[in-house]
T-cell receptor, first 114, second 115 residues
Framework: AQKITQTQPGMFVQEKEAVTLDCTYD???????LFWYKQPSSGEMIFLIY????DEQNATEGRYSLNFQKARKSANLVISASQLGDSAMYFC???????????WGAGTKLIIKP | ETGVTQTPRHLVMGMTNKKSLKCEQH?????MYWYKQSAKKPLELMFV???????ENNSVPSRFSPECPNSSHLFLHLHTLQPEDSALYLC??????????????FGQGTRLTVV
């Protein structure tokens, strides 16, 4: 079974609009962490934001925020005021307390239109 | 400038060649990883080296051989590869091997093409 599901293979968004990238996860651990990474065409994975399962507040980092709904097991990434440079692949990942490795979603390709 | 450096950035090799990918991190991290990224597939963890453990993904073919001489350097030795091994190979490091808030830092990857 998929542990991380990103249902949007690709998205087009108009520049300056906000965009939400979906991520749902599956775990039986009580303690886990959720991550979002950006991968531009250059290939490097760039860390964007982290949310811990016990964090009561939604994480925010500049224009990035994480809409964490624990009961629904969702951790959507919200990018406000999108920019052309936001065009990239975006990956959601999870690290469980019982596991040593990051578990990755298949990614969402985001294209920002001028 | 990334703290994790991978060389080469691009590699084309024949199926009978032997080559090595190199990864170097200057972040003082204690864990390093090799990932394979194929088109339209989730990232696949190949190997983990950390102070706590060395972990291998048992599904990785023996034609891929990792080497970690110290905590700053990681190699992936390649021999008699197949065309389906063509992919982006990403190296990552993290402060430690475990912990839910352990973030991984990635290099820019090596784009490997097997002909």
């Amino acid at each position: 079974a998929q542990k991380i599901t990103q249902t949007q293979p690709g998205m087009f968004v108009q520049e300056k609009e906000a965009v939400t990238l979906d991520c749902t996860y599956d775990t039986s651990d009580q303690s886990y962490g959720l991550f979002w990474y950006k991968q531009p065409s250059s290939g490097e994975m760039i860390f964007l934001i982290y949310q811990g399962s016990y964090d009561e507040q939604n994480a925010t980092e500049g224009r990035y925020s994480l809409n964490f709904q624990k009961a629904r097991k969702s951790a959507n990434l919200v990018i406000s005021a999108s920019q052309l440079g936001d065009s990239a692949m975006y990956f959601c990942a999870m690290r469980e307390d019982s596991n040593y490795q990051l578990i990755w979603g298949a990614g969402t390709k985001l294209i920002i239109k001028p | 400038e990334t703290g994790v450096t991978q060389t080469p950035r691009h590699l084309v090799m024949g199926m009978t060649n032997k080559k090595s990918l190199k990864c170097e991190q200057h972040l003082g991290h204690n864990a390093m990883y090799w990932y394979k990224q194929s088109a339209k597939k989730p990232l696949e963890l190949m190997f983990v080296y950390s102070l706590e453990e060395r972990v291998e993904n048992n599904s990785v073919p023996s034609r891929f051989s990792p080497e970690c001489p110290n905590s700053s350097h990681l190699f992936l030795h390649l021999h008699t590869l197949q065309p389906e091994d063509s992919a982006l190979y990403l190296c990552a490091s993290s402060p430690r091997g475990r912990g839910v808030n352990t973030e991984a830092f990635f290099g820019q990857g090596t784009r490997l093409t097997v002909v």
